[in-house]
């Protein structure tokens, strides 16, 4: 399989990245170091480069249509420039992918999937179009996406955008919406998401527009107390703010129920996998991902077992580390139903020894409101 390339990867090198493969992808894991950068961005900013995300774009009179089928939301409700999380299923109710969809128009939708699961997304959504007059075109080998995320983020994109935008647009823009911008004189589509626990922007660009942004991005978000930023601490700012990662919190293996997602599931409309997840939405789940807190400075890790007060395994960890940010070690575990109020007290199977934790409400970490 040939690995595929950013194509801001001389960007990289020259800042000295560390890469790692992730999903087939050359991409940078760290720079200076994954700590330093976590700090970063929770204290000032973090450029990104995500350009191994997938881009899909619906076109066409049923393109809202195609999507309330498609997918386990509905659509078709979000109004043009709004943004809106939601999953692609199998028949039986098992997750495909977790997706952003943004509505740039009554007929025109950019679905971003995992880098992991691009293909196969692409795949579903040319297979469940049959029926629809649509076009489904993958974008991802000639977009790049760059984020900033952090406190400084705003400062950071407004002050490259000039003119009447740079108050109207950026500081206007909400929270899960989007909309086309210049910034730095290069035509982007500015969209206000993130995956950190922090405020931030997405700028989807080109390829050959993306090495002049990513420049000008870094001047502003160093010149502010940011950094250049890669996955590893993406990973654990993400973990932090509680939020799920395909392949170790979802998988074909889970339903959106267990996940504790169901209210991203939309049963009065009919889509693929809508009959088993109604059957499911009237049981009991018998598992439940849950936050859990360790009470000494052991992380656990994916794969870990989870164990009740006599020992007995109630579950497994899908995400862990020592938090940079709090100090000590949190985590994610699907538990046993029995086992995954707050407060209850387990232990973790940590290479032979037992670590306590307790059951915890997600996010582990929740940014400082301002005034």
């Known amino acids: ?8 990867l001389g960007e990289h090198n020259s800042l000295g990245a560390h890469f790692t493969d992730f999903a087939g992808w050359q991409m940078p894991l760290k720079y200076a170091g994954d700590l330093a950068e976590h700090h970063a961005v929770r204290a000032a900013a973090g450029l990104f480069d995500l350009s191994h995300m997938g881009e899909i774009a619906i076109d066409g009179p049923d393109a809202a249509a195609l999507l309330d089928y498609a997918l386990v939301g509905q659509l078709s409700t979000i109004g043009s420039g709004r943004a809106k999380y939601s999953l692609i299923c199998t028949a039986d109710g098992g997750v495909i992918d977790d997706l952003v969809v943004y509505r740039l128009a009554d007929d025109r939708f950019l679905v971003v999937a995992n880098a992991a699961n691009a293909d196969h997304v692409h795949a579903e959504f040319v297979a469940r179009a049959n029926d629809f007059d649509v076009s489904v075109t993958d974008q991802s080998a000639s977009t790049a996406l760059i984020a900033v995320q952090g406190p400084q983020a705003q400062n950071i994109v407004q002050a490259l955008v000039s003119g009447p935008e740079r108050a109207s647009l950026v500081a206007e823009l909400k929270y899960y919406a989007a909309a086309p911008a210049v910034v730095a004189d290069i035509d982007v589509l500015l969209a206000r998401t993130g995956y950190t626990g922090e405020d931030g922007f997405e700028l989807y660009v080109p390829n050959e527009h993306a090495v002049p942004l990513w420049q000008a991005l870094l001047t502003e978000t160093r010149t502010r107390g940011g950094t250049p930023a890669g996955l590893a601490c993406r990973d654990t700012l993400r973990l932090e703010a509680g939020m799920a990662l395909y392949g170790h919190e979802l998988t074909l293996h889970t339903n959106p129920y267990a996940a504790g997602l169901g209210k991203v599931v939309r049963l009065d409309t009919s889509f693929v996998g809508r009959d088993a997840l109604a059957a499911l939405a009237d049981q009991q789940p018998t ?3 849950v936050g859990l807190v360790g009470s000494g400075r052991r992380a656990a890790r994916a794969g870990y077992p989870v164990l009740d007060t006599s ?16 100090g000590y070690p ?3 575990a699907y538990l046993d139903l029995a086992h995954a109020q707050p407060g209850t007290h387990v232990s973790v199977d940590i290479r032979g020894k037992a670590e306590t934790y307790t059951v915890t409400p997600r996010p582990f970490y929740r940014r400082p409101t301002t005034s």
Do not use: E, N, Y
């Open 311 to 326: 020992g007995h395994v109630i579950g497994t960890v899908t995400s862990g580390a020592l938090s940079p940010t709090l």
């Open 287 to 289: 598992r439940k991902l």
């Open 330 to 332: 949190i985590a994610m």
């Open 1 to 8: 399989m040939t690995t595929q390339v950013s194509p801001l």
